[in-house]
């Protein structure tokens, strides 16, 4: 069998990862013209992290992680308002966690793939042709691929999705804000940081920072908006938005580096009636985007692989194993969507109200007792998913 998947992210790779060990002949098809370094620092646990033990890749992926100690929400004076207490959180999830960058995940996954793996940078699709027994893959520059299968893994603006069910407003459920990321160098920042994640205690708009090694910091931002159209001027865009916040925010944009080098994005989800469509199938967010209020996209993609992979070696056909993948998969999906929509206002208050009861619910989720109602509230039902599979 021979597989192309669209998109070397962290749910391209893994599926990768996991065909290649099959002896599935796999080709990697990336637009970008390299690797990726814009992105944001993770909570990483849940099935996810259950896959990555499995592939073997855990003492890698923990390697690259950081240690942080608490995220701590800091009025306009830098003064410590409320926080939540890393090492009772990753107690909730029996210590299956780590803190890792995006692209340091996404590393990892690409530097151990084996090397049967044909990983094409600079090779986007521009047309895809189901032939019944395969599909007809042609590239930007014309070349043509015929393969068994193809697998959309390429993120919640999907090409792949586009060309073969639609056009992406059909499945689009924005969720009202558009979210950033940049890396910057501040040694003072950066003192002040220490090992935790620090964000402004803020109403409509906030911005948080991680430090990260060499001295550098990683900026994170959110902020409410009806708009969906993304700015040209992602840096710009930044520093007209957040310029009002205090502490070390103004600082912070005005080390802000070049747009091409931000991560800018809305913050939305993908619904969609189904994953696959003949010899074509989604994976990760190109199907089921969780967001980032869910904070768990990269370990739903992940599982999403392991699934995909897992039902395309023990179905007796093609279509059996894309039934079973959406079923085992949609519902711990499904579910995290939800609890993503439900936290919204909490994640980010829209009013003083909200932001007074969100610093009164952190202080009292403190108490002894209470860590694994904590973790629920933010990050839904935990699944063994990946586990079970392994089992059977």
């Known amino acids: ?40 620092m993770i909570d990483f646990f849940g099935p996810g992290y259950d896959a990555v033990e499995q592939m073997g890749l855990l003492p890698q992926v923990q390697e690259a992680a950081y240690q942080v100690d ?98 992406e407003d059909r499945f ?8 950033a990321a940049f890396v910057f160098e501040d040694a003072e920042i950066r003192e002040q940081v220490g090992d935790r994640f620090c964000l402004t205690d803020t109403i409509g708009k906030q911005m948080g920072f991680y430090g990260l090694r060499d001295g550098k910091l990683a900026a994170f931002a959110v902020h409410r908006t009806a708009d ?59 199907c089921y985007a969780v967001s980032l209020l869910a904070g768990q996209g990269a370990s739903l993609g992940i599982m999403g692989a392991f699934v995909l992979a897992e039902q395309l070696g023990t179905a007796d056909s093609v279509e059996a194993a894309f039934e079973q993948y959406e079923n085992l998969v949609r519902p711990v999906v499904a579910e995290k969507q939800r609890v993503a929509r439900r936290g919204a206002r909490w994640f980010l208050p ?7 009861a969100r610093r009164v619910f952190l202080q009292v989720a403190r108490l002894p007792g209470l860590e694994r109602p904590l973790a629920v509230a933010i990050t839904g039902k935990q699944t063994a998913l990946v586990a079970d599979l392994q089992r059977r």
């Open 172 to 179: 689009l459920r924005d969720l009202g804000f558009h979210t």
């Open 1 to 40: 069998m021979k597989v192309a998947i669209c998109g070397a992210g962290i749910t391209g790779l893994a599926l990768a990862h996991r065909l290649a060990a099959r002896d599935v002949e796999v080709v990697v098809l990336e637009r970008a013209a390299g690797p990726r370094d814009q992105g944001y």
């Open 228 to 286: 969906t159209t993304l700015p040209a001027d992602p840096r710009s865009a930044l520093q007209s938005t957040y310029r009002s916040l205090g502490w070390a925010v103004p600082k912070a944009l005005d080390l802000c580096p070049p747009s091409a080098e931000v991560y800018y994005d809305q913050v939305a989800q993908i619904e969609m009636p189904s994953w696959s469509r003949g010899r074509v199938v989604l994976a990760g967010d190109a």
């Open 70 to 167: 608490e995220a701590s929400l800091l009025d306009e004076h830098g003064r410590r308002r409320a926080a939540i207490d890393y090492a009772r959180f990753a107690k909730s999830v029996r210590g299956r966690l780590c803190s890792i960058m995006r692209p340091d995940l996404e590393r990892v996954l690409r530097t151990e793939l084996p090397s049967t793996v044909d990983l094409r940078f600079g090779a986007g699709v521009s047309g895809v042709d189901d032939l019944g027994d395969r599909v007809r893959i042609t590239l930007a520059d014309g070349e043509v691929l015929d393969v068994d299968l193809l697998v959309g893994a390429d993120g919640i603006h999907s090409t792949v999705r586009r060309l073969v069910f639609g056009e």
């Open 350 to 356: 829209a009013n003083r109200l909200l932001l007074q």
